[in-house]
């Protein structure tokens, strides 16, 4: 069995598409199909099916497909485990971070880190908390940071930070002047959240939900992007909660103005995700002790 051929089994599957695969990988298509044939006589079934003019996987294609990326896998995880030893290894790290982070907290992370250890190479994604916890279980990314629920038992998850979410209007707001309003009082008022799939935003309903009045609160508006909702709440188009982090320069140049509510302290853990590795890499290790 050469190793070769299950990569190519993957990227086929990966893109949904021999010609795009033959394209990723430099050969030609015929040189692609050679190799899904070779992989089907050895395991005596098709992998594909074709018969509709499209390229589907079988489910003997999709039970192999994990099989065939650990197996890719803990072979590159093997070279850079004896490189890394022979200390000839070059260190990076790919970090997945939820958007928050990825926005108002790493940059400023990463380039103390960077001035640590500059001879690491550094990646950063920026996705919502599900996409960087997928990007995780794919190996596309090495670790991950986020602020929302992590739920799957398979990952290592580690509190590394504390978020607070303030409740945040215009500067002409009627209860600007206000040190605090009661939670009751937001039913009046024209709320603006984050998508529905938002860390951020699955928080702060909860928070809601426990004092009753989640469901009195008008969802005037859905952004999903932080940035535009400080821009439509200084604009006056209603009001939101929102990371302190994300709004901490807003507030101290006096764009927008911070209200307390009530009895409410909604606060949140940032977390390191990681998954279970027998050999970490140098890069990881090094930024883990560094964050931790």
Same mark, same amino acid.
């Given at each position: 069995m050469n190793i070769e051929i299950l990569k190519m089994f993957c990227l086929v599957v990966d893109e949904g598409s021999i010609s795009q695969a033959a394209r990723l990988s430099f050969v030609s298509q015929p040189a692609v199909t050679r190799q899904i044939h070779q992989l089907e006589n050895y395991y005596g079934t098709m992998l594909f099916d074709r018969s509709e003019g499209k390229l589907l996987i079988t489910e003997t294609?999709?039970?192999?497909?994990?099989?065939?990326?650990?197996i890719i896998h803990d072979l590159n995880r093997s070279k850079e485990v004896i490189l890394q030893l022979k200390g000839e290894y070059n260190a990076n790290l790919r970090v997945g971070a939820s958007l928050t982070i990825g926005e108002y907290l790493l940059p400023n992370l990463l380039g103390r880190f960077k001035k640590q250890k500059p001879e690491i190479k550094v990646t950063l994604t920026i996705k919502n908390t599900p996409g960087v916890l997928e990007d995780l279980s794919n190996d596309v990314i090495d670790l991950a940071l986020v602020e929302g629920i992590v739920e799957n038992n398979n990952f290592m998850v580690e509190k590394f930070a504390e978020d607070e979410l303030v409740l945040v209007c215009p500067t002409d707001h009627p209860l600007r002047d206000r040190t605090e309003i009661d939670v009751e009082e937001l039913a009046n008022e024209r709320m603006i959240w984050r998508e529905s799939i938002?860390?951020? #935003?699955?928080?702060?309903?909860?928070?809601? #939900?426990e004092y009753g009045v989640l469901d009195k609160i008008e969802s005037y508006m859905e952004i999903s992007s932080t940035q535009a909702i400080k821009s439509a709440v200084e604009a006056g188009l209603g009001i939101s909660i929102l990371s302190r982090l994300t709004v901490a320069r807003e507030l101290e140049q006096g764009l927008l103005c911070e209200m307390k509510i009530t009895g409410i302290d909604i606060k949140r853990n940032l977390w390191l995700v990681k998954k279970t590795q027998r050999f970490n890499r140098l890069g990881v290790s090094s930024f883990v002790e560094f964050i931790l």
């Open positions: 294609g999709k039970m192999l497909y994990p099989f065939a990326k650990t938002s860390g951020t #935003r699955l928080i702060v309903e909860n928070a809601l #939900r």
